[in-house]
């Protein structure tokens, strides 16, 4: 399993961007997967922000990004995506996705299975 997190970039205060994760597998093994969304700002470490559950039946945001971010997925095209709007210096960070089979059904923040190589989103004030 492959992941690859594509779309941030330098944006700011108010702005928004949409962070794109794509999944080398078959479009069947993806669907089966629960799907994250996590960043690490320079010094802190890793978070959680949002997770989607197989289908999109479900969904969980941090606190921080409740309200501001949509996590959504496209099954078809294997890809999950993070739209994130209101932007705010504090969401700088290098946002990652990830992939959980253990239990896919349910939304978590932590416990995934595969890492992908991260995304820089940069909010300038």
């Known amino acids: 399993v492959q992941l690859q997190a594509s779309g941030g970039g330098l944006v700011q205060t108010g702005g928004s961007l949409r962070l794109s994760c794509a999944a080398s597998?078959?479009?069947?093994?993806?669907?089966?997967?629960?799907m994250g969304w996590f960043r690490q700002a320079p010094g802190k470490g890793r978070e959680f922000v949002a997770a989607?559950?197989?289908?999109?039946?479900?969904?969980n945001y941090a606190n921080s990004v409740k309200g501001r971010f949509t996590v959504s997925r496209d099954d078809a095209l294997n890809t999950l995506y993070l739209q994130m709007n209101s932007l705010k210096p504090e969401d700088t960070a290098v946002y990652y996705c990830?992939?959980?089979?253990?239990?896919?059904?349910?939304?978590?923040?932590?416990?995934?299975?595969?890492w992908g190589q991260g995304t820089q989103v940069t909010v300038s004030s």
């Open positions: 989607i559950s197989t289908s999109g039946a479900s969904t």
């Open positions: 990830a992939a959980d089979s253990k239990s896919p059904m349910v939304p978590k923040s932590r416990g995934y299975d595969y």
């Open positions: 597998m078959s479009v069947r093994t993806f669907s089966r997967y629960g």
